[in-house]
């Protein structure tokens, strides 16, 4: 799944890190990167979204022509 990330909505709070340390960081301004391409755990990575306090990350699951590839 392809992930976004509202940089403007990210407080920095490292949830997302703590429920999916392989596919999320905080870089230096304290605002959430992807550092795998979406390609953990996705349940891990669900998590994260949902427990994002401001509901910074989005999940945009891949299409079948997507996932083929
Ligand atoms: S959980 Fe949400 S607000 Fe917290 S660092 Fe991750 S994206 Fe930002």
Do not use: W, Y
């Not at 407080?11 to 997302?16: K, V």
């Not at 429920?19 to 669900?46: S, Y």
């Amino acid at each position: 799944m392809r992930i976004q990330i509202d940089r403007e909505r990210c407080m920095g709070s490292g949830s997302c890190q703590f429920h999916a340390p392989d596919t999320f960081d905080l870089d230096a301004d304290c605002k959430a990167i992807v550092v795998d391409d979406g390609t953990g755990d996705d349940q891990a990575i669900r998590n994260a979204a949902e427990n994002c306090p401001t509901h910074a990350i989005v999940l945009v699951e891949a299409t079948e022509t997507e996932s083929t590839n």
